[in-house]
């Protein structure tokens, strides 16, 4: 699974999920819930890029 990168450099990887933010480990990238963002600055999904 493709990993995703915020522009303030959290990276989100699938395989470890953001579980304190409900997303669990093994959730792809295009499961994560629209309205999730970033735990390190809040940005939305839309402003995270292919890593």
């Known amino acids: ?3 995703y990168v915020c522009p ?3 990276e989100y990887d699938p ?3 953001d579980p304190e933010h ?3 480990p093994g959730t792809a990238w295009e499961d994560v819930p629209a309205d999730w963002e970033c735990p390190i ?3 939305g999904k839309d402003a995270f890029e292919e890593a």
């Open 22 to 24: 409900g997303v669990a």
């Open 41 to 43: 600055c809040g940005m």
């Open 8 to 10: 303030c450099g959290y």
């Open 15 to 17: 395989a470890v999920g």
């Open 1 to 3: 699974m493709k990993k």
